[in-house]
């Protein structure tokens, strides 16, 4: 096996619990602040999974 690769059991498709602002931010490749938090939290408020949509297929 590859070292490189996550293990098939520490992989999860995020439908196992909700996806909270820092998730959010963190799939955007950037690191949480307040701003991006707040704007993650508005985000999965009004879009709800369609905002995680846009960084997993």
């Known amino acids: 096996m590859n070292e490189s690769h ?3 059991d520490r992989l999860h498709t995020g439908s ?5 602002p820092e998730d959010l931010v963190r799939l955007s490749g950037r690191e949480p602040t307040p701003e991006r938090l707040e704007r993650a939290r508005r985000a999965l408020e009004e ?5 995680v949509e846009r960084y997993l297929p």
Request: glycine share 8%.
């Open 6 to 8: 996550t293990p098939d």
């Open 16 to 20: 196992e619990h909700p996806v909270d």
């Open 47 to 51: 879009e709800g999974a369609a905002a």
